[in-house]
């Protein structure tokens, strides 16, 4: 399955204040994959589902692996606003 992100989509990188001295949040490695992740919530996939995707989409961007686990962690188990 492909999924478009439609151009103009609004979304963020929403990682906590505090953390951003260790994953910035406008590192762009990180951007397409928020875009997709919050894409996909919002066509209501399921937030786990959603979160491995985002997972494969930061691994394919380059990503390290330790970074990619701990931020698949934060999407699929929280809901930062």
């Given at each position: 399955m492909i999924v478009t992100v439609p151009k103009g989509t609004i979304f963020d990188?929403?990682?906590?204040?505090?953390?951003?001295?260790?994953f910035d949040p406008h590192n762009p490695a990180y951007l397409k994959a928020?875009?997709?992740h919050d894409t996909l919530l919002l066509r209501g996939w399921p937030r786990t589902t959603?979160?491995?995707?985002?997972?494969?989409?930061l691994r394919a961007d380059g990503v390290?692996?330790?970074r990619r686990l701990v931020m698949w962690l934060a999407v699929s188990l929280f809901r930062f606003q």
């Amino acid at each position: 399955m492909i999924v478009t992100v439609p151009k103009g989509t609004i979304f963020d990188v929403s990682i906590p204040r505090p953390l951003w001295w260790l994953f910035d949040p406008h590192n762009p490695a990180y951007l397409k994959a928020a875009a997709l992740h919050d894409t996909l919530l919002l066509r209501g996939w399921p937030r786990t589902t959603a979160g491995a995707e985002f997972h494969e989409a930061l691994r394919a961007d380059g990503v390290a692996l330790w970074r990619r686990l701990v931020m698949w962690l934060a999407v699929s188990l929280f809901r930062f606003q």
